[in-house]
């Protein structure tokens, strides 16, 4: 079967993640050029991996043989630069967030609509183990009817600096985290959004976008989803918590491990009803009878590096989508419904001064 030929625009911090990545699928892609616009790193890098290195985007794109483009660059740039790509005939892999303005998510809209099949949007953190193994514990129904599921990502007192927190560079958490996030909860949530509610602050960057996100999602069904991300977080708590109705589970911030308290699934409440009247002296006696609860541990599995895994299920569906059509688990439907999120978010935080 015919290798995909990869490029890559933009070969900073995630950049290089996804050039060792796709790099070490040798049997299923093989590098084909590699764009930056910082002259010195396109050439240090290319030279390195023994490939074309370019600095204009434009020629980058006419590279021969150039199949997928892989779109790393600064947010700001990736909707038009995903539309050049494609307008070039090339396939796209596009880095979140996949837009920032609302011009941004209306182009992205059209590009849908005009390549089908031809953009793809990396919502990598879908592939995360501990999520996939909570998705398959709400499923089994251990814990009841799901009601709320809080995800938080929690950064030690991360005092960040970098154009990620400058809303002019189209930086904040809402952008870093969001997509994320946002793309997760909306699996748990598993139904049409119907509300939602957010608050953002800026409490300990030096720059002047949000970092510190609030958002709650309210679906037609499903359970409540709050989505907290945090980098002013002096203690860390658990990544997620699913609140069920016969149990509970949460896991750690790592990512490694999972608790679980539900009652003993044989177990089955008797005949009550809520009384109207004064509740005796002797009320809260009769909540002293033990529950039978199962207790449990569960090592989130497989056991591997999370950062590392994302990429590898990434590179590897991509390539079941490009030459076994298999449909890509991220869908342009969902990708659009996160950025369609964003956008109210960002109404309803007008204290800060987003680009539009
Ligand atoms: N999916 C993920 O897990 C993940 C993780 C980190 C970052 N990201 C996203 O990837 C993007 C890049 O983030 P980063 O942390 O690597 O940023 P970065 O600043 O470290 O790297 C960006 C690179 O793009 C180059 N560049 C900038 N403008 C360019 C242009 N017009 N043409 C070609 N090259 C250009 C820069 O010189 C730099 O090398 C961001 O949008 C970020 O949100 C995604």
Redesign the pocket.
Known sequence: MKKIAFGI???????QVHLRHFSKAGEQYELAAL????AE?ARTISTQHGCAGYTA?SEFLRHPGLELVII????L??ARSAEEALVAGRTVLL???IGVTVADHALLRDLVARFPGRLFF?H??RFEPAFANMMAIMASGILGRVHVVKLCKHHGFLRRDD?QMRLDCGGGQL??WGPHLLDQGLQFLGSPVRRVDSHLRRILTPGDADDHVRILLAGEDGPLVEIEIGNAMAEIGPYCTLIGDRGMLTCNQEQTQLRLRYLDPGFAWGEAVASAGTPGLDYWSSFAAPLPWVEEDRPVTPAVNMWEYVEEAMVGHLHAALRGGVPFPVTSAQALEVVRITELVKRQNPQFAWLS
């Open positions: 625009c933009g070969l900073g911090r995630i950049g764009c930056d616009i910082d790193r985007y790393a660059n600064r947010s740039d990736h880095e979140k967030p990396c990598n953190h154009w952008s870093v």
